[in-house]
């Protein structure tokens, strides 16, 4: 979760990713930071992410996403 949060600290060094909830749906990351959180995410933390799991609520808040990270690593 530490590099996960690094990672997002990098596009938006300003945002609480400890409270957010609304990341997405509040236009805080946009697409382009989406396509460079997946970059970021299979370069430094080994997991790929599929076009299935694109979607908002895996994206709306670091818990969100530190979820969906722990699950794809346990498949």
């Known amino acids: 979760m ?12 300003d945002v609480d990713y400890d409270s957010e909830e609304h990341l997405v749906d509040d ?5 382009l930071d989406i396509i460079t959180l997946i970059s970021e995410i299979d370069d430094r933390l080994d997991v790929t992410i599929p076009a299935e799991e694109i979607i908002p609520e895996n994206f709306n808040s670091a818990k969100a996403l530190g979820e969906l990270i722990s699950r794809l690593e346990d498949e």
Do not use: K, Q
């Open 2 to 13: 530490e590099e996960l949060l690094e990672i997002l600290t990098e596009l938006h060094p």
């Open 27 to 31: 236009r805080i990351l946009d697409s």
